[in-house]
């Protein structure tokens, strides 16, 4: 079977999971009480199930399951099929520190210090950013500094996204997006190991989205937000970053770029007001745009075009072909969900 039909596969397998486990997952938080409370900080009016992330794990992982007894995994490279079970495994890990989380509310430290555990354990089985670019000075070779870089970025992009997970859909979109990005562009490198699980995971994803978007009927909760995060992130290290192209170690950068500088807006603005980094707040970029009289609809929707757009930009910098014109029809979407945002913004005042 061709490698392409398996990414396929991958993808509908997911979807199809998700959307048939998320009503017993919801069934059982209910019966367990298991759910998000309302409170100051949340925009939600009534408790919620957090453990939407459990079906978000199992659609994944039961398609690239199944594909590898279909045969997917033998027309993959020894040295992928290695880099593929270390997201694997560090998969699994953050999605059980999420789930515990939600489980059993664990402390930020215990969180942190888990989440550093299994980023240094998956660097040993292969999972590293080795190179980064430097403007107008090429590829640096990292070194002894691979280790705290690749624990850096794997587990700072499982907390991105869960900082962003503050609005209906908010991070199952985000995270879908850029997952179908990375698989066009892993499919584009040649990075099938990569490109298999940004398919597993877009579809898992998205198909989250038929009960997560406004209005949301359950959450995906830590466990599901540090999965996709850190998943994302390791795709784009075992498909991007590994490579010594230039352009090619800068895209999963490009790619995340939203829950990125999300993240690091955050936290400068909390540390500059003498507060803790981890203490949460209404700082995030959705809050703001909620506090100037944006809809949870449109705000949701405008942070998807701005994902969308840093993503065509990527599809255009990878050299794949028509990336100019995805880009083009990104920012002419952007465009005018901004005008949106921006006429909306000024009805308010």
């Known amino acids: 079977m061709p490698l392409h039909l398996y990414h396929l596969i991958a993808f509908l397998i997911s979807a199809i999971v998700v959307l048939w486990s998320t009503p017993v997952v919801k069934t059982i938080g209910l019966k367990s009480g298991h759910v998000d409370r309302p409170n100051e900080r949340k925009v939600h009016e009534q408790p919620m199930v957090r453990l939407g992330g459990v079906s978000i794990f199992i659609g994944t992982i039961s398609a690239l399951v199944i594909v590898h007894f279909l045969g997917g ?21 953050f999605f059980l520190i999420g789930l515990a989380d939600d489980l059993f509310n664990l402390s930020p430290l215990w969180r942190l210090l888990m989440q550093i555990a299994v980023s240094s354990s998956v660097w040993f089985i292969g999972v590293r950013i080795e190179f980064l670019s430097v403007p107008f000075n090429g590829l640096i070779h990292l070194g002894v500094l691979s280790l705290p870089i690749t624990v850096i970025w794997l587990t700072g992009m499982a907390n991105a996204i869960n900082w962003i997970d503050g609005l209906d859909g908010l991070a199952a979109g985000v995270s879908g997006i850029a997952a179908v990005v990375m698989f066009i562009v892993t499919l584009f490198m040649d990075q099938s190991a990569a490109a298999l699980i940004a398919a597993a995971l877009a579809g898992g994803a998205l198909g989250f989205l038929r009960y ?9 909760g ?22 010594t192209a230039v352009t090619a170690v800068l895209l999963p950068y490009l790619i995340l770029a939203v829950p990125i500088l999300d993240m690091s807006a955050v936290i400068i603005s909390r540390l500059s007001n003498g507060k803790s980094p981890f203490l949460a707040d209404k700082s995030h970029l959705h809050h703001r745009l909620l506090d100037a009289g944006i809809s949870q609809r449109l705000t949701v929707l405008f942070i998807y075009a701005l994902t969308l757009w840093v993503g065509s930009l990527a599809l255009a910098f990878s050299g794949l072909p028509s990336g100019a014109a995805y880009a083009m029809g990104a920012t002419m979407l952007l465009a005018y969900v901004g005008w949106q945002v921006w006429r909306k913004t000024k009805a308010t005042r």
Do not use: C, R
């Open 212 to 220: 997560n978007f406004n209005p949301a009927q359950i959450f995906m």
């Open 222 to 243: 830590d466990g599901g937000a540090y999965f996709m995060g850190f998943t994302l992130a390791g795709v784009g290290t075992i498909g991007l970053v590994k490579s």
């Open 73 to 93: 995994f033998n027309n993959l490279p020894l040295h992928e099929q290695g880099s593929l079970w270390g997201v694997l495994l560090g998969g699994i890990g």
